[in-house]
C-alpha cells in the first residue's frame, strides 16, 4: 500500500485550540499532584473542558471513502467504496456511534454462530474478506448503514 489517509473534521478552529492544549501539556498522560489528588493532566482537562467543548448539535455526519486501484483479470481497475452517513434521528444515536458499534455487533454475532472461528487479536480488515465481505456489506445495509461499491475499468489505449 503506498498511500492511506484518515481526516477526522471538527468545527472550524477546533485544530488550533487542541494544538495549544497540547502544547501547554494539557494532553499528557504522566500523572501529577493536584491539591494531594493524584491525576493526569489529560484527565483534569477532560473534566474541565468536555462541557465547554461541545456544539450546539450532538449531530454529525460519518464519510468514508476507499478506493483500490490495481490491475485485475489483466486490465487496471479500481475499486471504489463510500458512505455518506447522518444523524440517525429515528434511534437518536450519533453516526459515529452507528458506523462503530454495528460492525462490533456484526462481529459478535458471527463470533457467536461460528461463523468467524480464528481467535486472538485480528484486525476486522484480515476477518472481513473474501466470502464474508459481501453479507458484512449486506448486513450493514439491513441495519441503515449504506456502502455504495463502483468498479471502473481502464481500457489501455496501447
Given at each position: ?63 468514508l ?27 437518536d ?16 454475532k ?11 487479536v ?37
Amino acid at each position: 500500500m503506498k498511500n492511506l489517509y484518515e481526516k477526522t473534521v471538527r468545527y472550524p478552529g477546533h485544530w488550533e485550540k487542541m494544538k495549544v492544549i497540547g502544547e501547554l501539556g494539557f494532553l499528557d498522560d504522566i500523572p501529577i499532584a493536584l491539591e494531594g489528588i493524584v491525576t493526569t493532566p489529560r484527565a483534569f482537562a477532560e473534566k474541565v473542558l468536555v462541557s465547554k467543548m461541545k456544539g450546539d448539535s450532538h449531530e454529525d455526519i460519518t464519510v468514508l471513502r476507499v478506493e483500490v486501484t490495481g490491475t485485475k483479470d489483466g486490465k487496471r481497475t479500481k475499486h471504489r467504496w463510500e458512505m455518506v452517513d447522518l444523524y440517525d434521528h429515528q434511534r437518536d444515536i450519533t453516526s459515529m456511534a452507528k458506523t462503530t458499534a454495528l460492525p462490533a455487533l456484526i462481529i459478535a454475532k458471527l463470533i457467536a454462530t461460528k461463523k468467524i472461528t480464528e481467535t486472538g487479536v485480528i484486525p476486522i480488515e484480515s476477518l472481513i474478506i473474501r466470502d464474508r465481505f459481501q453479507p458484512f456489506l449486506d448486513e450493514l445495509k439491513r441495519l441503515g448503514i449504506d456502502i455504495d461499491y463502483k468498479e471502473e475499468v481502464f481500457i489501455s489505449s496501447e
